[in-house]
């Protein structure tokens, strides 16, 4: 287990879809971090978890997005309806609580059309 | 919540001259800085970090200074090569529990 992997790497879909993305975190990360990031700005802080539990949401998740991590290791977005608006990129990032670096996985690149 | 401010937007430097990048913060209570490169379709990665507690942290080419009064960081890169350009983006976190993100500079090195 070298980093983080997310899971697709590129993911076209039309609008009204309902799309999942899965990230894989460093295996003895506690903490783990989803991220969207849209062209030219920096990753907007979506939601993170402490083990299985969702510790913190961002006035950005909507109803729509939904976050699990049902063992504390995998965890996965969801995106229900998709807007033309969701297009973007999603990150995910892992660290160990107590540490500071956050390792980022490579993202999936979401298209909605 | 804590708000990042980054300039400047773009750079262009000659290969072998210095770049600086700026970031301010909101929140007092942010503890800890770290600076991020991201290449064109790429993870972003952790390149340089600074607690609070400290005021200059160097690595190599790559120093980052911090000052809490004023609520400024900077990123400097001395010697810059081609591989260097990139787009950077600086981040703060209060309580570390996530981190806020700047909106980034795109720097290019000129051979």
């Known amino acids: 287990d070298t980093g983080v992997s997310q899971d697709p790497r590129h993911k076209i879909t039309k609008r009204g879809q309902n799309v999942t993305f899965r990230c894989d975190p460093i295996s003895e990360h506690n903490r783990l971090y989803w991220y969207r990031q849209t062209l030219g700005q920096g990753p907007e802080f979506l939601t993170y978890f402490q083990n299985e539990a969702q510790l913190e949401k961002s006035r950005l998740l909507s109803d729509r997005f939904s976050a699990e991590r049902p063992k504390g290791s995998f965890s996965t977005l969801e995106i229900q309806r998709t807007e033309q608006g969701d297009s973007a990129m999603y990150l995910c990032?892992?660290?160990?609580?107590?540490?500071?670096?956050?390792?980022f996985g490579s993202g999936t690149r979401l298209t909605v059309v | 919540g804590e708000n990042v401010e980054q300039h400047p937007s773009t750079l262009s430097v000659q290969e072998g001259d210095s770049a600086v990048i700026k970031c301010t913060y909101s929140?007092?209570?942010?503890?800890?800085f770290p600076w991020y490169k991201q290449e064109l379709g790429k993870r972003p990665q952790l390149i340089i970090d600074i607690r609070s507690n400290v005021g200059e942290k160097k690595d190599q080419r790559i120093a980052v200074t911090l000052n809490k009064t004023a609520k400024h960081f900077s990123l400097h890169i001395t010697e810059t090569q081609p591989e260097d350009s990139a787009v950077y983006f600086c981040a703060a976190t209060p309580g570390a529990n996530n981190l806020f993100f700047g909106t980034g500079t795109r720097l290019t090195v000129i051979p």
């Open positions: 990032a892992s660290r160990m609580l107590g540490l500071d670096g956050y390792t």
């Open positions: 929140d007092s209570a942010s503890n800890y």
